[in-house]
């Protein structure tokens, strides 16, 4: 399972992420850390990723050859996190045949209805958690 983990600005959540996959999964699951900047990419790498990369390209070309990507909610959406994810980054990534888990954390001006205002940590083992779950059932 090829599983790739986006993030942005500094990296915080997709490199929780990861360390938390790591610990969780072990070695053998191959994670691939997707920056918007190099800040974000470097961090996740520093968490355990196996190969990273940074900016559009490399996302909208990775995000149509993973079985799974993890992020922000705002990887969906054109212009999130201050502007990184751009309308090619966002259409690759809801439109890519992987599943997606969401980290329904706050964007300007959007709010999702029936989501509970858990802390990050917690969202973070969640997502360990399914993932674990969903590389069982494999």
Do not use: F, Y
């Amino acid at each position: 399972m090829r599983l790739m983990v986006m993030d942005g600005q500094g990296g915080g959540i997709g490199a929780t992420v990861i360390k938390g996959l790591r610990q969780s999964v072990g070695p053998e699951l191959e994670i691939l850390a997707l920056g918007t900047n190099s800040i974000a990419t470097s961090r996740m790498m520093k968490a355990g990723a196996n190969r990273g990369g940074t900016g559009e390209n490399a996302i909208v070309r990775t995000s149509q050859e993973v079985d799974m990507i993890i992020g922000p909610l705002g990887i969906l959406m054109a212009n999130a996190m201050m502007g990184e994810v751009t309308p090619e980054m966002a259409a690759a990534i809801s439109s890519s045949g992987a599943k997606k888990i969401l980290i329904p954390l706050s964007q300007e001006k959007v709010e999702i209805v029936g989501v509970s205002d858990e802390p990050l940590p917690h969202l973070v083992s969640r997502v360990i958690d399914k993932v674990r779950e969903m590389i069982e059932d494999v």
